[in-house]
């Protein structure tokens, strides 16, 4: 779940200057001012060690913002212009949805276990004893220490010492992936493994040093509506949740940034809730012991990879996104169709599905109004279309269940909810894929609260809850 924090404000700032830089067709000659303009001789660093250093990184957060992956080697010879010259005439987006800034990952910590000043130095040495790659040395103060280079983070050691002086640190973004899917190479820089990752996006809001990014498409959807091509942003549903505005002019901001169609992915809801409540009476009917919902991309992928035996009980149904990318590629072959949501993983089902040229982020999205200085507040609502409260209700946990429900297909079913894939989660997934069973349909969703709390969302959980009802009841 996105929430308020430096690294976050850092990110958006960075992402809003890109904006402004392109709006004023000044993207590949003055990119490279940027890090020096945010961290001038005036300015201390903001918990580096220097100035220079900062600007180093910033250089390097750039990459991903202009859509490429940060490579292994030094970019020093490598000006950020030719980057943004490249972003601006590409013709392809990289194959990759994540990468991993090295230059900030090194600040992180490199071992789980440390030693604390609480060691006594004491004579039975049981974490020395009891360490099986003799990582535990003792130093000159008679204390003993981990070698990091050695450590493999098994946690003996703490369990043996008496005086609890050995404590477990965490890495965040390893502590928050629910699936092993990142991990430090030899050299201690995190990568993150295409074949395990479900792109929950859990690492990039773990991640205290805003190291982990998506590659955006920023460049690529703002470069096609200037180019006056027909370009057309489907909405999720979450949208309500991001804004206190109106509904009505969330979406004529939206259309302010030069979109030729705003279009509400709730329209794709709907057909999604008819379809799969039909396929859940068909299964019941067949006695099958259960079904899964399908909507949410990042558990599709974590059944598809970590837990493949669940797969026959995920509901084949589309997507709203993809429902809604289907009617209107059918009205709009041309058309480019961007999809703008708070999902990191819907950028791998656009890949899959082929008919969604672009995915952009609410933390995008308002990075784009923001270097366009243009302002919900101050514009006039546009119509809203006439959709069910129960497909724009899709974006809160227990809002797809809510919908099934409605369609009144099975008159009565047993039901829960996994609300968030976690470590837990994860094992109660492959318990059902074993027949362990206690219910008939299940809701799963990645964010816990649901797609308003989004990896790729603005505001706090406790506001975005608040946001969106207020926006249900306007709609209502």
């Known amino acids: 779940m996105a929430y308020i924090n430096n690294v976050m404000i850092i990110r958006h700032e960075l992402m809003a200057r890109l904006v402004k830089l392109f709006k004023q067709g000044e993207l590949s000659s003055k990119i490279d001012e940027m890090p020096v303009e945010l961290y001038p001789k005036s300015r201390e ?43 601006l005439s590409r013709e392809k987006l990289s194959d990759n949805i994540l990468t991993v800034v090295d230059e900030a990952c090194t600040s992180c910590v490199q071992a789980n276990y440390v030693v604390t000043n609480l060691c006594r130095g004491c004579v039975a040495s049981p974490c020395v004893m009891n360490c099986p790659k003799n990582a535990i040395r003792f130093t000159p103060t008679g204390q003993t220490e981990i070698k990091v280079d050695e450590c493999v983070n098994c946690g003996l050691c703490q369990k043996a010492c008496p005086y609890h002086a050995i404590v477990y640190i965490p890495i965040p973004c390893e502590e928050a992936c629910p699936v092993g899917a990142i991990s430090k190479n030899e050299n201690g820089i995190e990568q993150i493994d295409e074949d395990k990752c479900i792109y929950c996006g859990k690492c990039i809001t773990a991640c205290p040093f805003g190291a982990i990014f998506e ?137 899959d599905l082929g008919s969604v040229d672009f995915v952009l982020s609410f933390e995008e999205l308002d990075a784009i109004m923001e270097g366009m200085e243009i302002q919900p507040d101050k514009m006039d609502a546009a119509s809203l279309d006439r959709y069910t409260l129960e497909s724009r209700g899709f974006a809160q946990s227990g809002g797809v269940l809510k919908a099934v429900l409605a369609e009144k297909q099975v008159a009565d079913f047993s039901y829960e909810q996994i609300d968030g894939i976690d470590k837990k989660a994860v094992k109660q997934l492959q318990l059902m894929a074993k027949g362990k069973n206690n219910s008939q349909f299940y809701e799963v969703m990645a964010c816990e609260g649901g797609c308003i709390n989004g990896p790729g969302a603005n505001v706090k959980s406790a506001k975005a809850k608040k946001y969106f009802i207020q926006s249900l009841k306007t709609m209502s």
């Open 45 to 87: 660093a903001r918990g580096r060690c220097c100035i220079y250093k900062e600007r180093a990184i910033t250089r390097y957060k750039m990459l991903p913002l202009l859509g490429f992956e940060v490579p292994e080697g030094d970019i020093d010879s490598y000006r950020l212009n030719n980057y943004a010259e490249k972003a």
């Open 215 to 351: 590659l955006s498409a920023i460049v690529d959807v703002l470069k096609a509506i200037e180019q006056k091509q027909q370009v057309i942003a489907m909405v999720a549903p979450a949208i309500m949740a991001q804004y206190q505005e109106a509904p009505g002019q969330v979406l004529a901001a939206i259309q302010e940034i030069g979109f030729s169609e705003v279009v509400e992915v709730a329209r794709g809801a709907e057909k999604t809730a008819r379809h799969e409540a039909e396929e859940l009476k068909e299964k019941l009917e067949q006695n099958e012991s259960f079904m899964t919902t399908s909507c949410c991309p990042s558990y599709v992928e974590t059944v598809r990879k970590h837990v493949p035996e669940l797969e026959a009980h995920v509901s084949h149904t589309p997507s709203p996104m993809a429902y809604t990318a289907e009617e209107l590629r059918e009205k709009h072959p041309e058309a480019k169709l961007v999809f703008v949501g708070p999902c990191v993983a819907k950028r791998k089902e656009a890949r």
